[in-house]
């Protein structure tokens, strides 16, 4: 005898047996029940939810002698002679085969004649969306008002498709995605009914590849026990069999790429490809272990994710070490690769380039790559850990630990000739005299810098922290960038307006703030003094000669 695919042998005979779908199953047998049967009906879902399945069973249930309970028995003549295929009152039509006006045409023309045995004749029409304008047409007076014996069954997996004057003249269900759960529970009762000996943990991973498809998930187990057919079907066998990675590759793979260890990534897809992993594969699962970690942080915990108790704990570790932002960033760059290595030949070498974006965000010039470099820098501010330019002293030369560029205090001992020649290699010190306005304006922005940047938060502040202000005109101050990444942040008119905003909101003095880039080299050791204190150090008026 042929062998039959497990998803045709176990194919749901009564309403019963349907997983998944209580809210349509209810429905139609309380429909069968009180008698209050409709003419068409729209079953709407994703492949493999069932919508052919049901419309075959309501088929005999309509027409067997003797239901029970909304469900057809099964032994009557009526049941047997359309589960075999034989009974001239159910008619099965693929609309993606037969979709011109004629065959429509000839449904219309059947219809005029009565059941020969049966209630009812039934007519399923599958991927009805793929019917032409036409045909649509020439069915709507049928669909509107058919005879009372007849009744039109449509199923769609794209709604959308179909026109608003056919949807309007049926009654429409929409079945829904199968949970994880139910697929693994009807894994495991087909496992021990054909004597299959399966690890559960195999199991929920075949659910989880089914993407809510029942049909999907049972003929992905019967490729799994094909493949070991006799042997005990392990979660390893099943990865092996489908091309996919286990969840600690890819916890190793997310903690390697986090850390910016290029090589060590690279070491590890390589390490994917020698086993001869499907690269496609891997992007999709990979992304959506990303999303798994996305939704645990930003959930605050993972009670609404479908994963086992290990997992939730290696999630939990891998939370600490990657931001969510930093993660909708890995997220995107391999949503884009997913739909670049559909079409592509050489789909290493894009996963490759991928992997060293992904570890080294200054190649990127979008604002998420921007921004992940900033949360970088910020960190190491907050610890520390962070190299200044050659040459520059702690706090900006010598200037204030927390603000950029902060003007020593009055009197302070420096060694002015000190520069190429000076005793300590120093670059020559420039002293600049402020009227007195202008040097409190500056100083008083210098000495609050820390904090100022602090209020403003999120990207803007490591920005500003790169900043070092310098005095421009009366009542502005200029703020001096030596890298391009942190000016386009700093430089933006939002930011300059919240920064004046602030100054006058919490020191009460009306400040306007610029902002400029500088070229390489171009930053000078200046120090500033107001004119009473130079008046102080050289015991004297100052002469301001006109030209």
Partial sequence: MAYTALYRKWRPAVFEDVKGQDHIVTTLKNQIRTGRIGHAYLFCGTRGTGKTTIAKIFARAVNCERPVDGDPCGECAACRSIAAGNSVNVVEIDAASNNGVDNIREIRDEVRYSPADGKYRVYIIDEVHMLSTGAFNALLKTLEEPPSYVIFILATTEAH?????????????????????????????????????????????????????????????????????????????????????????????????????????LRLLEEIVLQGRELAQFVLDFTWYMRNLLLFEASGGGESLDVTEEDLARLGEEAQ?????????????????????????????????????????????????????????????DEGNFVLPEGAQPGGGGQGADSPGAAGAPGEARDSAAGPGGRDGRREEQVTVLPKARYEDLQLVREQWSRIAKA??????????????????????????????????????????????????????????????????????????SEGELKEKIHMDIVTEND
């Fill in 321 to 381: 070490l990657v931001d969510g932002g930093t993660l909708m960033r890995y997220i995107r760059i391999f949503s884009e690769l997913s739909n670049q290595m559909r079409y592509a030949a050489g789909k290493r070498v894009l996963l490759e380039l991928a992997v060293i974006r992904l570890t080294k965000p200054q190649m990127e010039e979008n604002m998420d790559s921007v921004l992940q470099r900033l949360r970088e820098l910020e960190k190491r501010l």
């Fill in 456 to 529: 403003l938060g999120g990207a803007v502040c490591p920005a500003l922290l790169g900043a070092q202000a310098e005095p421009f005109e009366d009542g502005c101050i200029m703020l001096d960038f030596l890298d391009p990444n942190l000016y386009m942040i700093g430089s933006r008119e939002s930011v300059l307006s919240e920064l004046e905003s602030y100054v006058r909101d919490n020191f009460r003095r009306e400040i306007t703030f610029r902002a400029r880039l500088l070229a390489d080299g171009e930053k000078k050791e200046t120090r500033y003094i």
């Fill in 161 to 265: 498709k179909i026109p608003v004057t056919v949807l309007s003249r049926c009654q429409r269900y929409d079945f829904r995605r199968i949970g994880g759960e139910t697929i693994t529970d009807r894994l495991a009762e087909m496992a021990a009914a054909e004597q299959i000996d399966a690890e559960e943990k195999a199991l929920r991973y075949i659910a989880k590849k089914g993407d809510g498809s029942m049909r999907d998930a049972i003929s992905l187990f019967d490729q799994c026990i094909a493949f070991h057919y006799g042997e005990r079907l392990t979660y390893e066998k099943v990865l092996e069999v489908l091309g996919a990675v286990d969840n600690e590759v890819f916890s190793r793979f997310l903690r390697t790429v986090a850390g910016g260890d290029t090589v060590g990534s």
